[in-house]
């Protein structure tokens, strides 16, 4: 564990020594800024409608958090090739993966402790969000369980995508493929839900089962299914298995 | 301390490693010496853990580098061919994490991290960033770095590559000085660093091993034949006959295969200098002696003769030492 520690900790320093991090949150705060000023616009603009016509509530979180964070997990899917890209790609195209292997820990703490520290980014990210939730609750008064239902769901669609991006990138040593491989990915994760009206009774359950977005629905209302936690965990229990089993082929390739 | 058994690692159809064995034994220098591509990393991956081999076993201290790698892995320390820095990362920093992942207690760390910066003169780089270092800097960044958790077994691979002169003389220094405490196998292809540095010499080639030698023994492979390069102003084969008479001549070549320019090189016996007499034979003969110097076999043609040889199995350094001299013809 102190390894998975010493390894997530240096990967967390290097996006941060770098301009890599801020770059990465940046572009993610601002499309979800413009989300967070359009819904909460038209949530005002609907509220005073409503209060002319002197009936029905608005919500907050149904109206604003849940739309802002769906539109976020789409965001998320592409910013996220860009926090794993480099994770194993780079250090096999510098060399410092000979450092990592050669070293008295297992590759699972290698692994994880690249999972942690690429987590341990998003996280960041993710944290600078609730300053925007925060004006919600000063000038509002939103519900908080849907809001940590919804955060809980985006930690572990996120840790999905890590541990997909960490799989991808540990088969190139150049991050620029992993990048676009990754992405890719995620896009086909995504859209693949879309199928799932036109695809028919039978295949329409399984491509939107798949969609990896699609689970994050009920998060955001509010609702913890345990359908969705399984789903997600295993996408990261068979992202990082594969990773491991990735990284074994290529010590014996060479 | 270390030994290798049968060794041998296939990367598809080429083989890179072909069943070598060594022993090193503690505190013992060894030179693992071998043209580009002949397997030398190849083999120290493999002692490293960093990757599998094919066939045979490897142990470091006692501990099979396959079966029981952690343990192993924590006796070892390695240089790699780069340096493996982390580019964003001060020394410190960067030495400190090394630390950690070998396992150094925290409470150590600080101290080990000073100590090997000191012992790899590196101190006074030590909040500069790894990307920032020039080539020396990293080397030495790099040899810190698989001293950091004081490993009975240290393996460098090409460790004074691409340093200036006086940085190949302090690194060597300090390799020597590292010796007795540790266990040592470095690679190199340069054939005086293994002669400066080593007690045991393994010279290998396409994968095989070719040699097992003190360097002793090497250097004086090298002094083998004595060759002098003559130019004299006449021609044809009765120079080269009338050369070969001189006595303590061994043989007599064209020094240009393929026009006849009246160049030769003329091979003596080991330490006899024959130049006073190759002088007067040739200038009573009134040739007209050109031009006469001592003819310096260059590392590279050393290398070559030494690793061009076919032989069918390694064979032992009594034989090799034979099959050198058996290579010359006598006149």
Redesign the interface.
């Given at each position: 564990m102190?390894?998975v520690m010493?390894?997530a900790e240096?990967e967390l320093?290097?996006y941060f020594?770098?301009p890599m991090a801020y770059v990465i949150i940046g572009f993610f705060l601002l499309p979800f800024g413009v989300f967070f000023f359009l819904y909460l616009n038209m949530f005002v603009r609907n509220s005073m409608q409503m209060g002319q016509f002197g009936g029905g509530s608005q919500n907050v979180n149904q109206q604003v958090i849940r739309y802002v964070l769906q539109n976020a997990s789409v965001i998320i899917l592409f910013i996220m090739p860009m926090i794993t890209m480099r994770t194993y790609a780079e250090e096999k195209r510098?060399?410092?993966?000979?450092?990592?292997?050669?070293?008295?820990?297992?590759d699972v703490e290698i692994i994880l402790g690249k999972f942690f520290g690429a987590l341990g980014l998003y996280v960041a990210m993710l944290a600078v969000t609730l300053l925007y939730i925060g004006i919600l609750f000063v000038y509002g008064s939103p519900e908080w369980k849907p809001i940590i239902s919804a955060y809980l769901g985006l930690l572990l669609m996120g840790a999905a995508f890590v541990s997909i991006g960490l799989l991808i990138s540990s088969t190139t040593n150049n991050q620029i493929v992993a990048g676009v491989v990754t992405f890719v990915v995620f896009l086909l994760f995504w859209i693949i839900g879309w199928f799932a009206d036109s695809a028919g009774p039978t295949i329409g359950p399984i491509t939107s089962y798949l969609s990896i977005t699609e689970h994050f629905d009920d998060f955001s209302k509010g609702v913890i299914d345990t359908k969705h936690v399984i789903y997600y965990l295993s996408l990261i229990t068979f992202g990082l298995f594969l990773t491991a089993k990735s990284v074994d082929t290529e010590?014996?390739?060479? | 301390m270390i030994e290798v058994q049968h060794l041998t690692?296939r990367?598809g159809r080429v083989t890179?490693v072909d069943d070598v064995s060594f022993r090193v034994e503690p505190g013992e220098i060894l030179g693992f010496l071998g043209p580009n591509g002949a397997g030398k990393t190849?083999t120290m991956?493999i002692l490293?853990?960093?990757?599998?081999p094919s066939e045979g076993r490897a142990t470091v201290a006692g501990y099979d580098v396959f079966t029981q790698?952690?343990?192993a892995?924590?006796r070892?320390g390695?240089l790699?061919?780069?340096p493996?820095?982390?580019?964003?990362?001060t020394v410190r920093?960067y030495l400190d994490?090394?630390a950690?992942?070998?396992?150094v207690s925290p409470g150590d760390r600080r101290t080990r991290v000073d100590a090997v910066m000191k012992r790899a003169h590196v101190d006074d780089m030590a909040s500069r960033h790894c990307g920032k270092l020039s080539k020396g800097y990293r080397q030495r960044v790099g040899i810190a770095?698989a001293l950091i958790h004081n490993p009975e077994v240290l393996i460098l691979d090409e460790p004074t590559a691409g340093l200036d002169p006086k940085q190949i003389i302090e690194t060597r220094d300090l390799i020597r000085g590292l010796a007795g405490d540790h266990t040592i196998v470095l690679s190199t292809h340069i054939l005086p660093e293994v002669a400066q540095t080593c007690q045991r010499v393994v010279i290998i080639n396409k994968g095989r091993v070719v040699a097992v030698d003190t360097p002793d023994n090497l250097t004086a492979r090298l002094r083998g034949a004595e060759t002098l390069y003559v130019q004299v102003d006449a021609k044809g084969p009765h120079v080269i006959a009338g050369l070969q008479k001189v006595p303590g001549v061994t043989r007599v070549a064209p020094a240009d295969q393929r026009t006849d320019s009246g160049a030769f090189e003329v091979e003596s016996e080991r330490g006899r200098d024959i130049r006073r007499d190759l002088a007067r034979e040739i200038v009573t003969r009134g040739w007209g002696l050109l031009e006469l110097r001592p003819m310096r076999m260059s590392l590279e043609e050393v290398f070559l003769q030494v690793t061009t040889e076919e032989v069918e199995a390694a064979p032992t350094p009594s034989e090799t030492e034979a099959m050198v001299e058996g290579e010359v013809p006598h006149a």
């Open positions: 102190r390894n010493a390894i240096r320093r290097s020594a770098s510098s060399g410092t993966i000979e450092l990592l292997l050669t070293s008295p820990v297992s010590r014996w390739r060479g | 690692k990367y890179a190849t991956r490293t853990g960093y990757m599998p790698p952690i343990e892995k924590r070892t390695y790699p061919e780069t493996p820095l982390y580019p964003d990362m920093e994490f090394v950690r992942i070998k396992g770095q």
